[in-house]
Nanobody, 125 residues
């Protein structure tokens, strides 16, 4: 089992920046992708970003591309999501995910076997 714990959420104003962190523990995996989904009230869960193990491949959802950046520090089993130019529509619960097999790129939602509990991000206008 892999446990994922998110941190860094909070309340910010439109235009501000925020950095989310996700730390993995439990079963170690030497190669795997980590990513983020988000879910706003009354909306379906939406893909945000994913990064591969080495950090040289990333993929972003269209609504965040150019504003959000994923990175990771494998020595700390942690990945990050730097969110810039935040908008009120970025308000959501952000979930960290892990795909330990990476059978395809980018992974499908069903490929993410592990999910964190989520961290709330609220952007006021």
């Amino acid at each position: 089992q892999v446990q994922l714990v998110e941190s860094g959420g909070g309340l910010v104003q439109a235009g501000d920046s925020l950095r989310l962190s996700c730390t993995a523990s439990g079963r170690t995996f030497s190669s795997g992708a980590m990513g983020w989904f988000r879910q706003a009230p009354g909306k379906e869960r939406e893909f945000v970003a994913v990064i591969n193990w080495s950090g040289d491949k990333t993929y972003y959802g269209p609504s965040v591309k150019g504003r959000f950046t994923a990175s990771r520090d494998n020595a700390k089993n942690t990945m990050y999501l730097q969110m810039n130019s935040l908008k009120p529509e970025d308000t959501a619960v952000y979930y960290c995910v892990a795909d330990i097999y990476v059978l395809r790129w980018p992974p499908l939602r069903a490929d993410y076997a592990y999910w964190g509990q989520g961290t709330q991000v609220t952007v006021s206008s």
